[in-house]
């Protein structure tokens, strides 16, 4: 069984029960290893004057600080299943530590000390009781699962480089214009976090500290941010517009957006993709903020669902289904889709398209699900066969006079368009819009031109409209 033993922060910070057990080790032989003697409370161990060994050479020699704690943790290991390893601070805050736990499950022992974090936010003198605390050296993997929250301390930060690395990561969350605490030695100051990695020392008491921000002075915000300031808009108290909304009044506003972000994701702006997602996202919190004050569902509800949905449908990646390709990616998906909905028939699953779907989108849709029963077209060509059978009965129809039955002609037309589109693998939808866009375009071309040569529009023959167009479309081809 390997010991760990804290040593606490300062000189004399070992406890009784850490002494005892150190010397007793040195008595019994077992080989006794330090982490750092680069630490005040390294005296301790000193005073004892017990024979023992530093890994200090284990920093130098650690490519980086991700393999830093896995190579101490080895270090220790190679002394044998009897050792003790000596850290400065509390032993369950060491990383390496950590590392050793998942290397020797259930073959290590915990004498903890003193904890060094508990010191610091001593020294940041933080507002509040409650904080977040992480070693620098998990710094990004949190960062990852979104476990950073204010007031933050972050400790071990050793040298120039790993502050910069924290500067880096924490100027993302934060903004780098936020005051932090710059901790060393016990002793804090207020600096920007762009002059993080700016300071002239850095040892192994240096840490740096954020204490909780008011909204209203924040530049960087959250998720969470973003709901407070939708609760708070809905307060009594709050915008006149926005506390009387209601699910139904502003469900449009959620396609409108939708569209919206389309339009800038086509535009290739950038700037404009960044302003339309956030609108989008406003949507879903409205939506959830509505939804938590009658008791429906809250915005966790909407984060977990969303979660388990991509967990649950993508087996092919979380189970054990296969996918090569992205056809059979797309199968996997609709099989659990079908699954989780119930849907025991495929009529269920076309049913199931919204008929609050774009024409040539659900059309689209429901062609796709009824395909996957069978019921399909076996190619493109005799989809085009259908495409002229319905223009007949279109026409039919319209010679008929019969208003009713020439729309509803109609309909098939553009169904059976859809299919042919469907079938060669477009998206109608982007299809149809794109070809919309281009019209617009060869139509003011052509407009243009035909002003420039002193013509008026309206008094244009067909022959003349068409010669027009088509130089516009030879143009804008080039």
Same mark, same amino acid.
């Given at each position: 069984m390997i010991t760990v033993i804290g040593l606490g922060v300062e000189r004399g910070d070992l406890t009784k029960r850490g002494e005892e057990m150190i010397v007793q080790a040195a008595k019994g032989g077992r080989k006794i290893a330090v982490r750092t003697a680069n630490t005040k409370s390294y005296q301790t161990v000193l005073d004892l004057?017990? &024979?023992?060994?530093?890994?200090d050479k284990v920093y130098e020699n650690s490519r980086n600080f991700a393999t830093l704690s896995k190579n101490l943790a080895k270090a220790v290991t190679e002394l044998g299943n009897d050792a003790v390893y000596l850290v400065d601070g509390a032993a369950t805050e060491d990383t390496s530590v950590k590392a050793l736990l998942k290397s020797k499950r259930g073959k290590v022992e915990i004498v903890d000390g003193v904890s060094k974090v508990t010191a610091l936010v001593r020294a940041a003198n933080l507002s509040g009781c409650s904080y977040t605390a992480v070693s620098a050296y998990d710094l990004q993997d949190k960062i990852g699962t979104g476990a950073l929250g204010l007031p933050l301390v972050v400790y071990d930060v050793d040298d120039k480089w790993f502050a910069s690395d924290v500067k880096l990561a924490l100027g993302g969350l934060f903004g780098e214009e936020t005051v932090v605490k710059f901790i060393r030695d016990g002793k804090a100051k207020k600096i920007p976090m762009f002059e993080l990695d700016r300071q002239k020392t850095y040892d192994y008491t240096t840490a740096v500290a954020?204490?909780? /921000?008011?909204?209203? &002075?924040?530049t960087r915000f959250t998720l969470e941010d973003l709901k407070e300031i939708v609760v708070r808009l809905r307060a009594p108290d709050g915008c006149p517009w926005d506390k009387v909304q209601t699910a139904d009044s502003i469900k449009m506003s959620a396609v409108e957006e939708a569209y919206e972000l389309v339009d800038a994701i086509d535009a290739g702006d950038d700037e404009k993709v960044l302003e339309e997602t956030g609108d989008v996202l406003l949507q879903v919190i409205f939506h959830a903020v509505m939804k938590e004050e009658v008791g429906a569902f809250d915005l966790t509800d909407v984060l977990?669902? /969303?979660c388990h949905k991509l967990i649950t449908r993508h087996t092919h990646v979380f189970g054990e289904d296969k996918a090569g390709d992205e056809k059979g990616a797309l199968n996997?998906?609709?099989?659990?889709?079908?699954t989780e909905k119930g849907q025991d028939t495929y009529a269920k699953a076309v049913n199931d398209v919204p008929k609050c779907f774009p024409a040539a989108m659900r059309a689209q849709k429901v062609g796709k699900r009824a395909a996957k029963a069978g019921m399909d077209f076996p190619s493109v060509e005799a989809t085009v066969e259908r495409v002229k059978d319905e223009l007949t009965e279109f026409l039919q129809a319209y010679a008929s006079g019969d208003a009713t039955e020439t729309e509803k002609e109609l309909g098939d037309v553009l169904f059976a368009a859809v299919s042919?589109?469907?079938k060669a693998g477009c998206d109608c939808e982007k299809a149809l819009k &794109?070809?919309?866009?281009?019209f617009a375009k060869r139509f003011t071309l052509a407009e243009e031109k035909a002003i420039a040569d002193g013509k008026t529009v309206t008094e244009l023959s067909d022959a003349e409209w068409d010669e027009y167009y088509v130089k516009a479309k030879a143009d804008l081809a080039e």
């Open positions: 004057g017990i &024979e023992h060994v530093c890994l954020i204490d909780e /921000i008011p909204l209203l &002075e924040k977990s669902g /969303i996997v998906w609709e099989k659990n889709k079908m042919v589109g469907r &794109e070809s919309v866009d281009r």
